[in-house]
């Protein structure tokens, strides 16, 4: 579908038509005091030239660090078939054209990708995407609100080993809203939410627990004793999953009796670069009993007059061109190519495909923390198993270290100071299956650098 | 044409009322606004029990391209709700004023039913529209 712009003479037909004068006279009812009369702080344009110049010197001074920071964002192989296929003019817009069903092709991919997401979380229905994992956990947290009926309090169990930023998106966008978030304590040694830490709110008006798997510290959480216990207490489960992990864990649709009421996680992992936070994807799953209640659109496969198969827009009403302010949310096809990116990774690479990332991503973690508590200084916080993560303990701050290991080419973990205090000097460190074994070497011989001088000191 | 049945009254907003005898009364929408949604696919429903106001927003339905409040036509407690329509939803297009009522609403004593209109008026109404 060609989009061309108005040339001049169009520009001045339409006018004619409609009887303006210009451009400017159709923005006349915005009073002039409101009006920006030139943005002097927007500097003037640089040639195409000239830009490639600036922004090459800037990835230069990125330079190819080995990554070790994983921290919701992950560092895959990514086929060369998905970007060269998403970038294909037929797919590269992030939307859904007007008329959608016009576009069979960004239909179907949106119904395959629909498809592969429910099957990988154990979910009846999936949407067509969300702008990224914390804005899917804030729309959950409202889906919640409306869908269950059985609670009036709109209070939300929000475990504190949840994603800092999940957590602080959640706030941002639902606590206006009169949504009330209480923080579950984890267990110090092992790091993740004791069932029995619910105890307190057992037989109170709880609107929905969120559980994450694995939690921001990679340890895995006990999903069906907390999944059944949030169910006897009337409160819906919000899953917050990170889709790789799916290949070998237990899919939210099967936790505890009933399984998780909705899922929710950042797609990134399945075919999107690292690239500063983003654009990425998210994704929602959920039960076909919660549909309406979902925000954003799905797409279904049905039968034209001839018989023959085809993809229509089959769940939109509630969105904000229809519904106007009683819409579910702002969200229509919003990441649409960055799905499509998931959705050529997950078929290219197949369900043993993806376990096998998934195995091997939680072998070279394991590896990781191997070589690293092998140096003296560094002891792994947490006993209990996991993906992706270990949190290390380290016998001084740790933002010096990291700053140490930045300078020779290894972007070592994430400082937890900020978030966890409480852990004192620790750090999230990650490793997936694009480390290799040398890798990791080179990383431990580092960390032990940089950590000698100051013991024999 | 649009089919309007004599005994009931209109709001404005396309829903009908009629007083059942025994102080309740059944609320639904008109032939014109089915037909005007098109085949309706889902219908969201008040809790029993809910006490509303004249005007108030108290049911959704939803066709295919749509989604549309159904607001009480006076005051009155949800009594009853139609659960057939939890899944066949289409019986409002089939019989907008039998099989296809919404709710059942016990009226406020002091609420009035002033503001809607007889069929005739309504029928001039949609006729304009």
């Given at each position: 579908?060609?989009?061309?712009?108005?040339?001049?003479?169009?520009?001045?037909?339409?006018?004619?038509?409609?009887?303006?004068?210009?451009?400017?006279?159709?923005?006349?009812?915005?009073?002039?005091?409101?009006?920006?009369?030139?943005?002097?702080?927007?500097?003037?344009?640089?040639?195409?030239?000239?830009?490639?110049?600036?922004?090459?010197?800037?990835?230069?001074?990125?330079?190819?660090?080995?990554?070790?920071?994983?921290?919701?964002?992950?560092?895959?192989?990514?086929?060369?078939?998905?970007?060269?296929?998403?970038?294909?003019?037929?797919?590269?817009?992030?939307?859904t054209p007007y008329q959608a069903e016009a576009s069979q092709?960004?239909l179907q991919?949106i119904y395959?990708?629909q498809?592969?997401?429910?099957?990988?979380?154990?979910?009846e229905v999936?949407n067509a995407?969300?702008?990224?994992?914390?804005?899917?956990?804030?729309?959950?947290?409202?889906?919640?609100?409306?869908a269950?009926?059985?609670?009036?309090?709109?209070?939300?169990?929000?475990?504190?080993?949840?994603?800092?930023?999940?957590?602080?998106?959640?706030?941002?966008?639902?606590?206006?809203?009169?949504?009330?978030?209480?923080?579950?304590?984890?267990?110090?040694?092992?790091?993740?939410?004791?069932?029995?830490?619910?105890?307190?709110?057992?037989?109170?008006?709880?609107?929905?627990?969120?559980?994450?798997?694995?939690?921001?510290?990679?340890?895995?959480?006990?999903?069906?004793?907390?999944?059944?216990?949030?169910?006897?207490?009337?409160?819906?489960?919000?899953?917050?999953?990170?889709?790789?992990?799916?290949?070998?864990?237990?899919?939210?649709?099967?936790?505890?009796?009933?399984?998780?009421?909705?899922?929710?996680?950042?797609?990134?992992?399945?075919?999107?670069?690292?690239?500063?936070?983003?654009?990425?994807?998210?994704?929602?799953?959920t039960r076909m009993e919660h549909v309406r209640q979902m925000p954003g659109r799905l797409v279904g496969r049905t039968l034209d007059l001839d018989g023959r198969p085809g993809f229509t827009l089959t769940l939109q009403a509630r969105e904000q061109h229809i519904r106007r302010?009683k819409a579910t949310?702002?969200?229509c096809t919003?990441?649409?190519?960055?799905?499509?990116?998931?959705?050529?990774?997950?078929?290219?690479?197949?369900?043993?495909?993806?376990?096998?990332?998934?195995?091997?991503?939680?072998?070279?973690?394991?590896?990781?923390?191997?070589?690293?508590?092998?140096?003296?200084?560094?002891?792994?916080?947490?006993?209990?198993?996991?993906?992706?993560?270990?949190?290390?303990?380290?016998?001084?701050?740790?933002?010096?270290?990291?700053?140490?290991?930045?300078?020779?080419?290894?972007?070592?973990?994430?400082?937890?100071?900020?978030?966890?205090?409480?852990?004192?000097?620790?750090?999230?460190?990650?490793?997936?299956?694009?480390?290799?074994?040398?890798?990791?070497?080179?990383?431990?011989?580092?960390?032990?650098?940089?950590?000698?001088?100051?013991?024999?000191? | 044409m649009s089919n309007i049945p004599?005994?009931l009254?209109f709001a404005?907003s396309h829903e009908w009322?009629?007083?059942?005898?025994?102080?309740?009364?059944e609320v639904g929408i008109s032939d014109h606004a089915q037909h005007a949604l098109g085949d309706l696919v889902f219908v969201e429903l008040p809790?029993?029990?809910?006490?509303?106001?004249?005007?108030?927003a108290c049911a959704v339905v939803e066709s295919v391209k749509a989604a549309s409040d159904v607001f009480?036509?006076?005051?009155?407690?949800?009594?009853?709700v139609n659960d057939q329509l939890r899944h066949t939803p289409e019986l409002i297009n089939r019989d907008p004023y039998g099989g296809g009522w919404l709710l059942?609403?016990?009226?406020?004593?002091?609420?009035?039913?002033?503001?809607?209109?007889?069929?005739?008026?309504y029928?001039?109404l949609t006729a304009?529209g």
């Amino acid at each position: 579908m060609p989009f061309i712009p108005h040339t001049e003479q169009d520009v001045r037909e339409m006018l004619a038509v409609i009887g303006a004068p210009g451009i400017e006279a159709l923005f006349d009812e915005i009073p002039a005091a409101l009006r920006v009369p030139s943005l002097a702080e927007v500097p003037a344009g640089l040639s195409e030239f000239e830009v490639m110049q600036l922004m090459q010197s800037r990835a230069r001074q990125d330079g190819r660090p080995l990554c070790f920071i994983g921290a919701g964002a992950y560092e895959h192989h990514i086929p060369a078939a998905v970007w060269s296929t998403v970038t294909r003019g037929e797919f590269y817009s992030a939307y859904t054209p007007y008329q959608a069903e016009a576009s069979q092709g960004t239909l179907q991919s949106i119904y395959e990708y629909q498809t592969m997401l429910a099957s990988l979380t154990g979910m009846e229905v999936c949407n067509a995407s969300m702008y990224e994992g914390a804005t899917a956990l804030a729309e959950a947290v409202l889906m919640a609100v409306r869908a269950n009926r059985r609670s009036k309090s709109a209070r939300i169990l929000m475990p504190r080993n949840l994603h800092p930023h999940y957590r602080a998106v959640a706030l941002a966008t639902t606590g206006n809203q009169g949504v009330r978030f209480e923080e579950l304590p984890y267990e110090r040694a092992l790091g993740h939410t004791l069932p029995s830490s619910l105890a307190p709110f057992a037989g109170q008006d709880i609107t929905a627990l969120v559980i994450a798997q694995p939690n921001f510290f990679g340890v895995f959480e006990e999903v069906d004793a907390l999944t059944d216990f949030a169910h006897a207490q009337g409160a819906f489960v919000i899953a917050v999953v990170n889709p790789t992990s799916l290949a070998l864990l237990k899919p939210p649709g099967s936790w505890g009796q009933k399984g998780a009421n909705i899922a929710v996680g950042e797609g990134q992992p399945l075919g999107c670069p690292l690239s500063s936070g983003g654009p990425y994807f998210g994704f929602m799953c959920t039960r076909m009993e919660h549909v309406r209640q979902m925000p954003g659109r799905l797409v279904g496969r049905t039968l034209d007059l001839d018989g023959r198969p085809g993809f229509t827009l089959t769940l939109q009403a509630r969105e904000q061109h229809i519904r106007r302010a009683k819409a579910t949310s702002n969200i229509c096809t919003n990441q649409g190519l960055l799905m499509l990116a998931g959705t050529l990774y997950l078929a290219l690479l197949g369900p043993e495909g993806l376990e096998r990332v998934a195995a091997v991503s939680m072998q070279r973690t394991e590896q990781l923390a191997r070589a690293l508590t092998a140096i003296a200084g560094v002891r792994r916080v947490f006993g209990r198993p996991g993906f992706h993560e270990i949190v290390l303990a380290l016998d001084r701050p740790a933002a010096p270290v990291l700053a140490a290991l930045s300078e020779r080419g290894i972007e070592g973990g994430l400082d937890l100071g900020k978030d966890y205090p409480e852990l004192g000097p620790a750090l999230l460190a990650c490793a997936t299956e694009t480390k290799s074994a040398e890798d990791i070497e080179t990383y431990a011989r580092a960390l032990a650098e940089v950590l000698r001088p100051a013991r024999a000191a | 044409m649009s089919n309007i049945p004599a005994d009931l009254k209109f709001a404005r907003s396309h829903e009908w009322i009629r007083q059942l005898g025994d102080g309740t009364a059944e609320v639904g929408i008109s032939d014109h606004a089915q037909h005007a949604l098109g085949d309706l696919v889902f219908v969201e429903l008040p809790d029993i029990g809910r006490a509303l106001s004249a005007g108030e927003a108290c049911a959704v339905v939803e066709s295919v391209k749509a989604a549309s409040d159904v607001f009480a036509p006076v005051a009155g407690t949800v009594v009853a709700v139609n659960d057939q329509l939890r899944h066949t939803p289409e019986l409002i297009n089939r019989d907008p004023y039998g099989g296809g009522w919404l709710l059942r609403l016990r009226a406020q004593p002091s609420s009035a039913d002033t503001g809607l209109l007889s069929a005739g008026e309504y029928g001039t109404l949609t006729a304009e529209g």
